[in-house]
């Protein structure tokens, strides 16, 4: 088992710049899941993936997109950043209806 | 809506024992999770109940109760390293996570 990995560990990003997650999902997890976790705060769900197709999305608004590629490794791509997108971005990889989501280290993003 | 609950904050002692609760409200139930999460790390997998009944896993254990949304998390013989946000999780019908805000928890010596 290799685990979860994000990259970036750590990025700054300006008020209206766009910015690309990446994450590699733990071997032979077939899900993956995205989380902003703002300072002090649970983790808010963004939108998962099963088999390269999005199949369940939270609260955040378009501007908040993925993908996920047929190796199950994924990317969270945000447009027109503001301010209030400053937050640990976590990646959680797990089997479809399975017992465990393994999390990443998370990629901590500040929009200045 | 989609609620869940824990408290804001806790304080043991080491070597006590803690108890932290969870109520839930969600849209369908298809399991609970407790993790673990250190300060600007990862959060790490600690529990799983799907039906009633207490879980334990060593100096740790979980109950369910699904008739009235409540769950706890139960930490024996408590160390300085169990200092730590312990966050409370429901996958709802549609298999996504709904996290509370988290207990942040602090052991004394």
């Known amino acids: 088992e290799t685990g979860v990995t994000q990259s970036p560990t750590h990025l700054i990003k300006t008020r209206g710049q766009q910015v690309t997650l990446r994450c590699s999902s733990q071997?032979?997890?077939?899900?993956v899941s995205w989380y902003q976790q703002a300072l002090g705060q649970g983790p808010q769900f963004i939108f998962q993936?099963?088999?390269?197709?999005?199949?369940g999305r939270g609260n955040f608004p378009p501007r908040f997109s993925g993908l996920q590629f047929p190796n199950y490794s994924s990317e969270l791509n945000v447009n027109a950043l503001e301010l209030d997108d400053s937050a640990l971005y976590l990646c959680?990889?797990?089997?479809?209806?399975?017992?465990?989501?393994?999390f990443g280290s998370g990629t901590r993003l500040t929009v200045v | 809506g989609q609620n869940i609950d824990q408290p804001t904050e806790m304080t043991a002692t080491e070597g006590a024992i803690v108890q932290i609760n969870c109520t839930y409200q969600?849209?369908?139930?298809?399991?609970l999770f407790w993790y673990q999460q250190h300060a600007g790390e990862a959060p790490t997998f600690l529990s799983y109940?799907?039906?009633?009944g207490l879980e334990e896993k060593g100096r740790f254990s979980s109950f369910l109760s699904r008739s009235k949304g409540y769950s706890y998390l139960l930490l024996k013989e408590l160390q300085m390293k169990d200092s730590a946000s312990y966050l409370c999780?429901?996958?709802?019908?549609?298999?996504?996570?709904?996290f509370g805000t988290g207990t942040r928890l602090q052991v004394f010596p």
């Open positions: 959680a990889s797990s089997f479809l209806t399975g017992e465990g989501y393994t």
């Open positions: 969600t849209s369908g139930f298809n399991g």
């Open positions: 109940n799907v039906l009633d």
């Open positions: 999780a429901v996958r709802d019908r549609t298999d996504k996570l709904i």
């Open positions: 993936y099963y088999r390269e197709e999005e199949n």
């Open positions: 071997s032979g997890h077939n899900t």
